[in-house]
């Protein structure tokens, strides 16, 4: 059972749009910054959004953030078949006294 | 360009402990704002954190493995390793080492909010559990 809770699957056509939600709580979400996470099967996960809504260099502005109360949520415009991955949220956790970092259970995306 | 990569044993019997180690090429592991972390992936499922740790030695584990685990960091060969004791089947996975940003911004009213995210990653490597 994940800390964050994502929806298992997502689904949406070539060039239309999809977007992800990522549940937390005050001591997580609602309090620290978000990032997000896309793994490609067979691959290793790759930032695609950090500090709720900045995309580091080289991933293209299709790719979204934004963060609302305990909540977040990834944007992908224009899909294409190569989004089709395993997307995960992430923050820290501060409800403990050393805190610790917890990732959603992760978003299949299926481009039909 | 940085890179990360992970080594250490692919088969590892139960109760025995699991040690990997990450080598760190193409910057320093000493860089201030950096932590190193842990995270792991067990086949079919998602990504699970173990730990991070700074140059200076400071670490942070996942409270659900602390008993089992402990990370610490080899500046002289810029690299950080791992060690999970007692293991089961259920560590069977996918290791990934990966640098992580880790600060922590004061409010004005004295409380905090922290930035955490993992920039650079490894590509992984597969551990099992058996005997």
């Known amino acids: 059972q994940s800390v964050l809770t994502q929806p298992p699957s997502v689904s949406a056509a070539p060039g239309q749009k999809v977007t992800i939600s990522c549940s937390g709580s005050?001591?997580?979400?609602?309090?620290?910054?978000v990032s997000w996470y896309q793994q490609l099967p067979g691959t290793a996960p790759k930032l695609l959004i950090y500090d709720n809504n900045k995309r580091p260099s080289g991933i293209p502005d299709r790719f979204s953030g934004s963060k609302s109360g305990t909540s977040a949520t990834l944007g992908i415009t224009g899909l294409q078949t190569g989004d089709e991955a395993d997307y995960y949220c992430g923050t820290w956790d501060s409800s403990l006294s050393a805190g610790y970092a917890v990732f959603g259970g992760g978003t299949q995306l299926t481009v039909l | 360009q940085l890179q990360l990569q992970e080594s250490g044993p692919g088969l590892v019997k139960p109760s025995e402990t699991l040690s990997l180690t990450c080598t760190v090429s193409g910057g320093s592991i000493s860089s201030s704002s950096y932590y190193w972390g842990w995270i792991r992936q067990p086949p079919g499922k998602g990504l699970e954190w173990i730990g991070s740790?700074?140059?200076?030695?400071?670490?942070y584990y996942n409270p659900s493995l602390k008993s089992r685990v402990t990370i610490s960091v080899d500046t002289s060969k810029n690299q950080f390793s791992l060690k999970l004791s007692s293991v089961t089947a259920a560590d069977t996975a996918v290791y990934y080492c990966a640098r992580v940003y880790y600060d922590i911004l004061t409010g004005q009213w004295g409380d905090y909010y922290y930035y955490y995210y993992m920039d650079v990653w490894g590509k992984g490597t597969t551990v099992t559990v058996s005997s």
């Open positions: 005050s001591s997580n979400i609602g309090n620290n910054y």
């Open positions: 740790i700074y140059y200076s030695g400071s670490t």
